[in-house]
């Protein structure tokens, strides 16, 4: 999958989270939870033009809880209704059903990992259904998001 900063402009489609403002040049990474060291993880970070993050610093501008909401929204937008619905099926079963294809971002992302193949086409080239378990990296995004 794309590196994680892709992703974080793809997520926004190239705009600021907050207030929308659709000019690369001001656009800037914000990690949502401020830790030392930094977590560096696709999920604590957030696309915000350079007013909104100076003004979320200054106590001013979006408040935690509002990048908390948005980047749900986001997460959700970027992981896909299947991709969401796949993770709380495995959550709640230690185990998932799924074609490859509907699920491989988040097995780039350790979310999911093979855990055995069903069906394959072609002389077993290719994976048409398999087996897939929650991670442990996994089981705590679904937990840090409320997805269960």
């Given at each position: 999958m794309a590196d994680i900063e892709e992703m974080l402009f793809s997520e926004t489609d190239g705009s600021c989270a907050y207030c929308g403002i659709k000019d690369y040049r001001v656009l800037t990474i914000h990690h949502i939870i401020q830790l030392d060291p930094k977590d560096e993880s696709y999920d604590n970070k957030i696309i915000l033009c350079h007013n909104c993050h100076h003004l979320y610093h200054e106590g001013k501008g979006p408040s935690q809880q509002d990048l908390n909401i948005?980047?749900?929204?986001?997460?959700?937008?970027?992981?896909?209704?299947?991709?969401?619905?796949?993770?709380?099926?495995?959550?709640?079963h230690k185990l998932v059903v799924a074609s490859p294809y509907l699920v491989n971002h988040l097995v780039e992302l350790h979310f999911l990992e093979l855990a055995d193949?069903?069906?394959?086409?072609?002389?077993?080239?290719?994976?048409?259904?398999?087996?897939?378990?929650?991670?442990?990296?996994?089981?705590?995004?679904?937990?840090k998001w409320d997805l269960k």
């Open positions: 948005i980047k749900k929204r986001l997460v959700c937008k970027t992981l896909t209704q299947q991709g969401v619905n796949a993770l709380k099926e495995a959550y709640r193949f069903i069906s394959t086409y072609e002389n077993e080239k290719q994976i048409i259904d398999a087996i897939y378990q929650l991670t442990d990296k996994g089981k705590q995004f679904i937990e």
